[in-house]
């Protein structure tokens, strides 16, 4: 998948409507909350680098 050049990561909130490819979610009346800046992604890639298993699937049931 690629991404949009004006691509920002961020967090937002709505309601969501269905799922898509690869379970993600499928969300309308969408609000911005807030950017996640470079620092924080950073820092969670250098988390997940240092996992000693495997995230493993992340399906989820209930939905």
Do not use: N
Not at 23 to 28: E, I
Not at 35 to 46: H, K, L, N, P, Q
């Amino acid at each position: 998948m690629t991404r949009a050049p004006a691509y920002v990561p961020g967090s937002f909130k709505g309601r969501e409507t269905g799922r898509g490819p690869g379970s993600w979610p499928l969300v309308a009346d969408v609000d911005p909350l807030c950017r996640i800046g470079s620092g924080v992604i950073g820092e969670a890639r250098t988390g997940a680098a240092r996992q000693e298993t495997e995230w493993g699937t992340l399906r989820r049931s209930g939905r």
